[in-house]
Nanobody, 123 residues
Framework: QVRLVESGGALEQPGGSLRLSCTGS????????MSWFRQALGKEREFVAT?????????GYQPHVKGRFTISRDDAKRTVYLQMDSLEPDDTAAYYC???????????????WGQGTQVTVSS
């Protein structure tokens, strides 16, 4: 069973930093690209950052976070991170970890999501 568990969300002041973590289980973690999305209250979920798996590819960021956020992964720990620096009030949102894969026994590629972790940026 594919499972993603996020942690690290908190209340932080503008200009501060947070590091989010997402640990995956139920799939071969290193094989797959991992992504972060976020959803602010009353808005649609939006892409934040992605990091490739063993198949290769490029790290990518949403333009508004590029240069402030850094995505990384530790496959031995089955964990993907999102280091968020120079936080702004507009970064306030629930942050979700995502993987797109075809699970064992399934016949379709599907998006899997964690439960989310809340980041609030406010003075």
């Amino acid at each position: 069973q594919v499972r993603l568990v996020e942690s690290g969300g908190a209340l932080e002041q503008p200009g501060g930093s947070l590091r989010l973590s997402c640990t995956g289980s139920g799939f071969i973690f290193s094989n797959y690209a991992m992504s972060w999305f976020r959803q602010a209250l009353g808005k649609e979920r939006e892409f934040v950052a992605t990091i490739p798996g063993d198949a290769g590819g490029r790290i990518g960021y949403q333009p508004h976070v590029k240069g402030r956020f850094t995505i990384s992964r530790d496959d031995a720990k089955r964990t993907v991170y999102l280091q968020m620096d120079s936080l702004e009030p507009d970064d306030t949102a629930a942050y979700y970890c995502n993987v797109n894969l075809m699970a064992s026994g399934d016949d379709k590629w599907r998006d899997y999501w964690g439960q989310g972790t809340q980041v609030t940026v406010s003075s």
